[in-house]
């Protein structure tokens, strides 16, 4: 059983910042991407942030140069940085672990607003 446990999530101003956390643990194994999706209402869920076990990232057209995603394998944990945030931001940001992004484990879900 694998478990996400998410943190950081809240309401900020934008133009602010928050970083999110996403701890995992269980029996982890096979786990080759770590990522942050996110799904506002009426929207489908979006891939935000993607980091591979090798380093390499990935970021949507809208968030990139304002979202950094980074891992700590030994710890098992992946942080999304945002800065520079916009009212357009505001969704439920879910940590994904897994063979690829999208499969297998999910968070619960963090909530961000940002206010105009």
């Known amino acids: 059983q694998v478990q996400l446990v998410e943190s950081g999530g809240g309401l900020v101003q934008a133009g602010g910042s928050l970083r999110l956390s996403c701890k995992a643990s269980?029996?982890?194994?096979?786990?080759?991407?770590m990522g942050w999706f996110r799904q506002a209402p009426g929207k489908q869920r979006e891939l935000v942030a993607g980091?591979?076990?090798?380093?390499?990232?990935h970021y949507a057209d809208s968030v990139k140069g304002r979202f950094t995603i980074s891992r700590d394998n030994a710890k098992n944990t992946v942080n999304l940085q945002m800065n520079s945030l916009k009212p357009e931001d505001t969704a439920v940001y879910y940590c994904?672990?897994?063979?690829?992004?999208?499969?297998?484990?999910w968070g619960q879900g963090t909530q961000v607003t940002v206010s105009s």
């Open positions: 269980g029996r982890i194994f096979n786990i080759k991407t």
């Open positions: 994904n672990i897994g063979r690829n992004y999208g499969l297998d484990y």
């Open positions: 980091i591979t076990s090798g380093g390499s990232t």
